[in-house]
């Protein structure tokens, strides 16, 4: 396996869309970086090519999180920042059975986050003061609830509320902080008609891009004092209700 990596940047779905974006943030500043990815797309590749160490991970079941921090702790003794970026969009459906929804919510956005940070919190310890991050992404959704999105919106919630509770038990060497993003990026295949409505929910009316987050991230781990809070990045989306 090689030597250990130093204190890398841990990204979870590292390989498309905002997840991917940081991945290569990180290996413009150098950074060590690992992400996670559970579908191999061309973009895992490259991120190799440029350096990045990619795991593969599935945390649709908890022997999965359990083997990708395993996997980790091989690789690394120490970790700089974990980034809990891997996500599920679902909406509920009359064809699934709502406590299927509701169970793989709950499995992406909080079993893995709370069993990843308990697993390689010992790897963020040791490094000083302020020295070490945990960044959960969270949205907008969490302050108002979704009709659509219920189960979604529960358990980011949820994974809201791990944010004050992990930065109480690992301050003051690691911050734990979250980010509520609103709309960051539409999907190829939106058409116009759902792009103008969409953006027309928000007050800034524009899909800002990764860049927007990939700045709060690199606030947030520089800071030595911000901790425990959650940074909305929603365009005033909550005020157009
Ligand atoms: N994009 C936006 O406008 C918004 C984003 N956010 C939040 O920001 C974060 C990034 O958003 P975005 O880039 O759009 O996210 P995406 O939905 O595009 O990507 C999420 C990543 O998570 C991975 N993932 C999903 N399920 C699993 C699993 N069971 N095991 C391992 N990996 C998994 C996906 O892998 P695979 O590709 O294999 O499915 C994918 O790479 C998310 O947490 C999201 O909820 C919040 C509000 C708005
Ligand atoms: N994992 C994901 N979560 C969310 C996504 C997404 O594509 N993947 N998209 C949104 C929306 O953009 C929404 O906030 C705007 O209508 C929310 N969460």
């Not at 991970?57 to 999180?65: L, P, Y």
């Not at 979250?178 to 953006?199: H, N, S």
């Not at 009316?205 to 690199?218: F, N, T």
Request: proline share 4%.
């Amino acid at each position: 396996m090689g030597e250990k990596l130093q204190r890398p940047v841990l990204i979870t779905g590292g390989g498309r869309r905002i997840g991917l974006a940081l991945a290569h943030h990180f290996l413009d500043e150098e950074a060590p970086v690992v992400v996670s990815y559970r579908t191999r797309y061309e973009a895992i590749d490259i991120l190799e090519e440029r350096g990045a160490t990619c795991l593969q991970a599935d945390f649709s079941n908890d022997e999965g999180i359990f083997a990708f921090a395993e996997a980790v702790r091989s690789r690394c003794d120490g970790l700089r920042a974990i980034i809990h970026n891997a996500s599920v969009w679902e909406a509920e459906s009359p064809e699934v059975p709502r406590q299927d929804t509701l169970a793989r919510m709950l499995q992406i956005h909080v079993h893995a986050p709370y069993l990843l940070n308990h697993e390689l919190a010992p790897l963020l310890r040791g490094y000083g003061h302020a020295s070490s991050d945990i960044i959960h992404f969270t949205d907008y959704v969490v302050e108002r609830g979704s009709d659509r999105h219920m189960a979604y919106a529960a358990s980011k919630a949820a994974l809201d509320n791990l944010t004050r509770s992990f930065a109480r038990m690992l301050a003051p060497e690691v911050k734990v902080n979250a980010i509520a993003p609103g709309l960051i990026l539409f999907y190829e295949e939106d058409d116009a008609a759902f792009r103008q409505k969409t953006l027309n929910k928000s007050l800034m009316k524009i899909a800002p891009g990764e860049k927007e987050i990939i700045d709060l991230v690199s606030y947030l781990m520089t800071s030595c004092y911000v901790t425990g809070r959650s940074f909305a990045v929603d365009g005033g989306r909550p005020l157009r209700w």
